[in-house]
């Protein structure tokens, strides 16, 4: 574990209206006035404006124990709605711990990114040149049925970081609902042609990814559907075309994926730990939000409204998950 240190000298990508980093920080930390612990997971070191700067990703979880909610942001640091929502919102999550909810967070798991606006901690945009800090595949189970991770290490040290947060915490917290804010932007540029993607759809409309068992009938995928046409966000239509990744589109929601991602680590009944096959967090809802972007004409301010009430459903969701 290590002391957090917050960077104050820090310049942040600005020209969307996003939060100062140091902001963030601030807000987050906050809650250690409020029931929760903080920790530095791990420091991404950059060079920002010829300033060097140690950013910290930080978990936060409640005194509290037992089944939780687990959320995460800025996983992709050109996806800044989600975080900013969530620390717009700690009045909300603050309400969860008084209700006897435990509350696990890693609310800015690429503060690098969120603060250059780059998808990935090093680099833009290329996951041939970086890595995602959500790699999660050296803890996942090999895809063939083999007893043995998909791969022997680490893809990065951020993402090693992240995934072992998880292992280290979800025995005490299991994770009942796990919400994890992206957004769509990468669907919505020319930076889509990478992908090969000749679907317009794909250009103008947005999905969700629901890992738990219930896939598409899961009731709190089915909600946040809702949420998304609510707030004017044109769904996926079924049946029509899949997603840059191939994956089929049912009612707005994605299931069944083996991206290696750490939503698929939180939803996974097994995982390798310690050169063994041992259960996994197995949250019964894992959701991946995403939210079309400025591009098409949702801006900041509106993607803020709809990720806050996903957050503020919270309470109704629980419930279903009870």
């Known amino acids: 574990m290590f002391a957090i240190k917050i960077p104050t000298n820090a310049s942040t990508y600005s020209a969307d209206g996003r939060w100062p980093i140091a902001r963030l920080y601030r807000a987050f930390l906050s809650l250690t006035k409020s029931g929760f612990s903080a920790e530095a997971l791990y420091y991404q070191k950059i060079t920002n404006n010829g300033r060097k700067l140690a950013l910290p990703i930080l978990g936060l979880k409640t005194k509290l124990t037992g089944p939780a909610v687990w959320l995460l ?85 951020d993402c090693r970081a992240l995934a072992n947060f998880v292992m280290e915490t979800f025995q005490a917290y299991p994770p009942r609902i796990v919400l994890d804010l992206h957004e769509d932007e990468i669907a919505t540029t020319t930076i889509d042609q990478l992908y090969g993607n000749k679907d317009q759809q794909f250009l103008r409309s947005t999905y969700i990814y629901s890992h738990g068992p219930l896939g598409t009938r899961d009731p709190i995928a089915r909600g946040i559907v809702k949420l998304l046409k609510k707030h004017g966000q044109p769904v996926h239509r079924s049946g029509v075309g899949r997603t840059r990744f191939n994956e089929k589109v049912e009612n707005g929601v994605v299931t069944g994926g083996r991206d290696g991602s750490i939503d698929e680590l939180l939803t996974s009944k097994k995982i390798w730990l310690k050169g063994k096959v041992v259960p996994g967090p197995a949250s019964p809802t894992g959701i991946v939000v995403e939210t079309l972007t400025a591009s098409v004409g949702f801006s900041l301010t509106k993607r803020l409204r709809l990720h806050g009430e996903i957050l503020r459903s919270l309470p109704k969701f629980w419930k279903m998950v009870k």
């Open 73 to 157: 942001g800025s996983i992709h640091g050109e996806e800044p709605a989600g975080t900013i929502a969530l620390a717009q919102n700690l009045p909300l999550i603050k309400s969860l711990v008084k209700k006897g909810i435990p509350v696990v967070m890693m609310p800015l798991c690429n503060p690098s990114g969120y603060l250059r606006n780059w998808r990935y901690p090093y680099h833009p945009y290329n996951g041939l040149l970086d890595k995602s800090v959500g790699n999660s595949d050296h803890v996942l189970l090999d895809l063939k049925g083999k007893n043995q991770p998909r791969r022997a290490k680490a893809a990065c040290p």
